[in-house]
């Protein structure tokens, strides 16, 4: 599926344009298995266009300075800050939100761990936390609490579920055995 | 609130209201007498009297629950729902909830202080048992069967015959619209189905699935996205900034400019944030000096107010012995940070004069009367609609956030602005819980009990909200070339205290004193931060608790208990010395220590004790908090796991105030921009937490959000001390500091 996505605005600010740099370019992203083409400025921060243009709303916007892991989107599988990663540096990988993982009705194990240890408070964290974790598992399907933690160890968690969290993450761990 | 409104009627808008000189004479007396007020009701129903403001039946199977009090992450829409879903006698799915919407639902003022339960939780309750009589009532007429004969289950109302009629048929008929009496008996907690279970939280699936979950996450048609650019310094104006090259950056559509306010918007997320890159660059301020001095100045700044103490609480009994002993001690507690994942959004558009906003205010109401006064808006054209944030521990810019879209909006012709406050807008800006100084004295006599105890404190305003105060506590007010200050608030008054919560000391001394010093006139904007003044008293009373019982020579645990009658209090301190597996006076090893603390939130809330277990390395001075043990009693407790979140959530966030945090600043700007400059605690630090609930199925609700953050502090340092024999008394316990103490 290809969509453009608000060209006629995109028009107007391209009319604007007086830099080069201010050039928009249009990039074809591969999310959560669906082929995307965006038209955009190539340093763009890819969480701008995952949640503005293609209205994810997984990945969110803490600090837009890689220090909090809110933003946080797997790039062929590594956890990567959306908030700091232009769009042209990712456009090429396979990038995964947490809307790839499962949906209401088919939950990815992490994240029916994650609701059922209710593993927060406010959750505006937790999209971080379950796309580190996935990448964690995917390398360590048996992580002990330290690996856990250290996985985690990047991300911030305000309302302090932290070890809730790491009890969701040791149960999907669990369920995912084979 | 209701007692200030009622102060502010004027004569003028009384004889209006009443309709004249003489009916206003002939009614004075009386109401004087208090005679012509309604009778009271319970919780929020007292306010809020019809029944259909609380709920509504519809034919489609459903029951919608409206409430004044919003999600905040701490799970009320749930428990409120398990509340309605008892009363009624259906099933929980059945229950669907609209929460804080000026246009749709009752006005609770400010979901704050732990009260969502006790007062949205009690109007509901009265208001559902109500609604289910008169549901029965007209059930028996229909059925031609006597009420007392006839049975609900789940909305189906069956006589003995056999015949039945359900909810949704009777839909149509049942009169809501009428005051509620709160005479129906609310069930007996034996009967509850939903009340009492933990209930997995309705907004926790949507939130780990990609659903729209928060304001951020709102769409509008034609929406532009806007970002503000604040002056540098709390004392900064602005001299000059190019807003023409601004406006011509790609993308841009309106710019503006307002005083020192300065705000802009784009047709893209980035661009906007480019363009404020770029206004920022190009804006000239003139900065002021504006701040207190930082470091241990600061609390010898505030020391030196010329605000005399007020008494708070004196209670003298001369019979009892003089101290053999006495103590003094300074406590103290900076600037701290709400300190939000997300920061500040909201929403606004305008349409033919009128304003629709999306805010993640903690009070929509109180909002949309703040912004009818900085916009000059009559706040019948303003709808303000809940949507969650990210969590919020009290005011920080949700409300300002609200304004600045607002003030925006007005310039992109109808178009709807998002308005995403940036990291630096929300650490700079917010309102800091207030940097505050505890002086304790105390003295014990010859048996080694506390005869006398003072507490003298020194704070500025913990509650600037909006609605607190006259003027406009709004952020961007100030900034504005017709600038609206908000007045100097006044302290929340007692029992509850705002400066002085939880300085009253629940234990029986004989001899009590407690001073303030409310330092109205703040350099540093502050509000309320999760527990207000509770946190720091808490740390301080209870610190000086242990500091006296070891001049004393008594074990923490039987001190406490020894001081105190309260039997639910003395219930949740032996519970967490029990499960802790507490063992008296056993002294630290120098490395690792154990610690006890103890408060009822606010003298009004919930009771919790713990005991904290230290780890400390000498040499790099890094304390380790390794675990935690609490008691809680909550009384009749709604949602086992829910207050469970909110009492182990407060532990570690608490952890965090008292290990890591303190606010930057020089005497001319805020220096904490990032979360580089303002550390918290992370998965490797976090303590392992168990909380113990004392369930009291026939007491009444007691709030929880706030019972474990005060505590937590004093427990650590009394763990700090029993393991070092170091007393630390200046928070945050930075390994600097701790290291500093070891030396």
């Known amino acids: 599926m290809i969509l453009v996505l608000r060209a006629a605005h995109i028009g107007v600010a391209y009319a604007c344009g007086e830099d080069k740099e201010d050039t928009m370019a249009s990039f074809t992203l591969r999310v959560n298995g669906e082929t995307r083409t965006v038209s955009v400025e190539p340093d763009a921060p890819l969480l701008y266009v995952l949640r503005n243009d293609l209205e994810l709303n997984g990945p969110k916007f803490g600090c837009g300075l890689a220090q909090c892991g809110a933003c946080t989107v797997l790039v062929d599988g590594k956890p990567v800050r959306s908030c700091v990663a232009p769009v042209s540096t990712v456009a090429k990988g396979r990038i995964t939100t947490i809307e790839g993982l499962g949906t209401m009705d088919r939950l990815h194990p992490l994240q029916r761990a994650f609701i059922e240890e209710q593993a927060c408070q406010c959750g505006f964290c937790g999209n971080g936390m379950v796309m580190s974790a996935k990448a964690l598992l995917d390398r360590t399907p048996r992580p002990n609490d330290r690996q856990i933690k250290g996985a985690l160890n990047g991300h911030l968690c305000r309302c302090a579920s932290h070890n809730r969290i790491v009890r969701a993450v040791h149960r999907a761990a669990k369920e995912m055995r084979p | 609130m209701s007692a200030r409104s009622a102060r502010s009627v004027s004569r003028r808008d009384f004889l209006q209201a009443t309709g004249g000189l003489v009916i206003g004479f002939a009614l004075a007396p009386r109401l004087a007498l208090g005679q012509d007020r309604p009778a009271p009701l319970p919780g929020s129903l007292n306010a809020n009297r019809m029944l259909d403001a609380w709920l509504r039946v519809d034919p489609n199977g459903t029951v919608t629950i409206f409430t004044g009090k919003i999600e905040l992450g701490q799970g009320i829409g749930t428990a409120l729902s398990q509340i309605a879903a008892d009363e009624l006698d259906v099933d929980l799915k059945r229950i669907e909830v609209v929460s804080g919407d000026t246009a749709r639902t009752p006005n609770e003022g400010q979901t704050a202080g732990s009260l969502s339960i006790e007062q949205s939780g009690t109007a509901l309750r009265f208001a559902c048992a109500e609604a289910r009589d008169i549901l029965v009532s007209a059930a028996a007429v229909k059925l031609g069967a006597p ?50 279970k933990s209930i997995a939280r309705r907004d926790i699936p949507k939130k780990f699935t990609g659903g729209a979950a928060y304001v951020q996450d709102v769409r509008l048609p034609n929406m532009v996205f806007g970002r503000v650019v604040r002056p540098p310094s709390p004392g900064a104006q602005l001299l000059s900034v190019d807003e023409a090259a601004i406006r011509r950056l790609p993308g841009v559509v309106a710019v503006v400019r307002d005083g020192s306010f300065l705000a802009v918007a784009a047709e893209r997320e980035e661009l906007a944030i480019r363009a404020r890159e770029a206004l920022a660059r190009s804006a000239r301020w003139g900065e002021t000096e504006s701040l207190p001095p930082a470091g241990d100045a600061l609390y010898r700044h505030l020391m030196s107010s010329t605000v005399p103490g007020e008494t708070v609480v004196e209670k003298t009994s001369p019979v009892v012995a003089m101290p053999v002993k006495t103590l003094e001690a300074l406590y103290t507690r900076p600037y701290q940070c709400h300190g939000s994942i997300g920061p500040s959004c909201a929403l606004a558009q305008w349409q033919d004069g009128k304003l629709a906003v999306w805010t993640h205010s903690q009070g929509v ?90 507490h003298e404190l020194w704070s500025h305003p913990h509650s600037t909200r909006p609605g607190a105060s006259a003027g406009v506590n709004l952020l961007a007010a100030r900034h504005l070339a017709q600038a609206l200050a908000p007045g100097l608030p006044a302290d929340v008054p007692q029992p509850a205290g705002g400066a002085a919560r939880n300085a009253i000391p629940l234990y029986d001394f004989p001899n009590v004193k407690v001073v303030k010093h409310y330092i109205a006139e703040a350099p540093l904007r502050t509000s309320a931060l999760r527990t207000l003044g509770g946190y720091a008293n808490v740390f301080a009373l209870e610190s000086f608790v242990d500091e006296l019982a070891a001049a004393a020579g008594a074990d923490p645990v039987d001190f406490r208990l020894r001081h105190l009658k309260d039997p639910r209090a003395r219930g949740v ?16 090893d120098g490395t690792r220590g154990r610690g006890f603390a103890f408060s009822k939130y606010k003298n009004l809330a919930c009771y919790c004790a713990m005991a904290a277990d230290v780890q400390v390395d000498r040499p790099t001075g890094r304390v380790s908090v390794t675990r935690v043990v609490a008691a809680v009693d909550a009384g009749q407790i709604v949602n086992p796991d829910g207050v469970i979140n909110q009492i182990e959530g407060g532990i570690i966030q608490s952890t965090s105030w008292t290990m890591l945090e303190s606010v930057r600043f020089d005497r001319t700007r805020v220096m904490t921009r990032s979360w580089a400059d303002y550390p918290i605690l992370r998965f490797t630090d976090v303590p392992e937490v168990e909380v113990v609930l004392l369930d009291q199925p026939a007491e009444r609700f007691l709030g929880v959000g706030e019972g474990s953050q005060g505590p937590t502090a004093a427990a650590i340092a009394n763990a700090i001390a029993n393991a070092t024999g170091k007393r630390l008394r200046a928070l945050p316990f930075t390994a600097e500091r701790v290291k500093q103490a070891m030396a």
């Open chain 2, 147 to 196: 009420a007392a004969e006839l049975k609900v289950s789940d909305g189906a109302i069956s006589a003995p015959d056999g015949t039945s009629v359900t909810y949704w048929d009777l839909a149509r008929d049942a009169d809501f619209k009428r005051e509620a009496t709160a005479t129906v008996k609310p069930k007996p907690p034996a009967a509850h189905r939903w009340v009492g």
């Open chain 2, 365 to 454: 109401f109180p909002l949309r009367a703040e912004l009818g006064k900085a916009l000059g808006i009559p706040t019948k054209d303003i709808r303000c609609m809940h949507a969650e944030g990210a969590g919020c521990y009290g005011h920080n810019g949700a409300d300002d956030v609200a304004l600045d879209a607002a003030l925006l909006a007005r310039a992109t012709s109808g178009r709807p602005v998002k308005l995403q406050w940036m990291r630096d807008d929300e650490f700079m800006w917010e309102p800091y819980g207030s940097a505050m100084v505890m002086k304790l004295s105390g003295g014990i006599d010859a048996q080694g009990n506390i005869v006398t105890w003072s």
């Open chain 2, 573 to 588: 301190i032996e519970a967490a010395a029990q499960r802790a597996g507490w063992r008296p006076s056993v002294r630290g």
